[in-house]
């Protein structure tokens, strides 16, 4: 076999049985911690414009690239077995497919306990969970399992379809650079400007290629497959991100149900527009967010096939 094609299975299978592993020098979190240390010490000099933000997105990437590359050189003059081991370990590692499930899940096997679920609900979004009824709590459930389909889901996987290693790392690196200085807030709004515009960028086709995806996971789980497109071209724009909103809309209408509307952020409510009909429910039960999961599973079991099939016609 491929020794690439064995580490895109491999990296799949491990992700699918394990899940993201969880320790201190996860590569995430090592990449976290430089980009941290970086945008400080930038800071510190007076560098806080849109040039320095692209500089410390430069070099948090190609950083994160040279430790992989070094550290893989190493291995492979070892022996070639390590290489490939290596570079297994780094792609199961950024691979999170199992693990924004499991959020999910998590949410709803307390949603009866509405502080608890409340709670659970703050490691997937970032809006204010306090005060939100079980209703909310699962529409806020379902938009961030939709919406990571794509930012963690579709677009790493494919990534590394497409690219190896290198694509899955720089996929992750701009993510990650984005989820920590993508922020339109006093201090990021210069300097954060070419994270926020790359994840945009990076993220633009697989948010689209998600609407068929959901279309046709909708039909394999007897949901309402004939009304996502519909939905997600009417809805989409109901975000601010120019990607988000259409993995979300795609699910509102899969599930015929309403998503986004009023929420609040640090203490002060926005008052975001509603995906879906106005007839669809907003007030949402655990079985609403038992279908939603199987969705976004059956959706990224479908991703893996369409990696292959990725992989398959680069490598001709």
């Not at 609900?121 to 709590?137: I, K, M």
């Not at 954060?192 to 945009?200: F, P, V, Y």
């Not at 789980?221 to 991100?241: E, N, Y």
């Amino acid at each position: 076999m491929d020794p690439q094609l064995a580490l895109l299975l491999a990296a799949v299978l491990l992700d699918a049985l394990l899940g993201d592993p969880n320790y201190r020098l996860h590569p995430i979190r090592v990449l976290g911690h430089g980009s941290i240390a970086l945008e400080h010490g930038l800071f510190a000099r007076g560098w806080a414009g849109r040039l320095a933000g692209v500089l410390h997105g430069l070099a948090v990437t190609l950083g994160a690239l040279g430790a992989w590359w070094l550290v893989h050189l190493g291995l492979d003059a070892l022996h070639p077995l390590l290489g490939w081991l290596w570079d297994v370990y780094i792609a199961y590692s950024l691979l999170c497919t199992r693990d924004l499930l499991e959020h999910g899940r998590r949410v709803l096997a307390v949603l009866d306990d509405l502080p608890a679920a409340r709670e659970r609900l703050r490691w997937l979004v970032s809006r204010d969970t306090e005060g939100l009824d079980r209703g909310a709590v699962v529409r806020a459930t379902i938009e961030s399992l939709a919406e990571n389909l794509t930012d963690g889901v579709l677009t790493p996987l494919w990534a590394l379809a497409l690219l190896g290693i290198p694509g899955l790392i720089m996929a992750k690196a701009i993510s990650s650079l984005d989820s920590m200085v993508g922020y339109r807030t006093e201090r990021y709004r210069r300097f954060g400007w070419a994270a926020a515009r790359a994840d945009d960028l990076l993220h633009w086709l697989p948010a689209r290629l998600s609407v068929p995806l959901l279309a046709v996971a909708a039909a394999l789980t007897g949901q309402h497959w004939r009304a996502v497109l519909p939905a997600a071209r009417c809805w989409h724009g109901a975000l601010a991100s120019p990607n988000s909103g259409w993995s979300e809309a795609a699910a509102a209408g899969a599930l015929h149900v309403r998503l986004a509307g009023p929420v609040s952020y640090h203490g002060a409510w926005q008052d975001k527009p509603w995906m879906g009909d106005a007839a669809w429910p907003e007030d949402l039960a655990a079985d609403d967010l038992r279908r939603a999961l199987r969705l976004v599973a059956v959706a990224a079991a479908l991703a893996v096939v369409v990696a292959l099939g990725m992989f398959l016609v680069v490598r001709g």
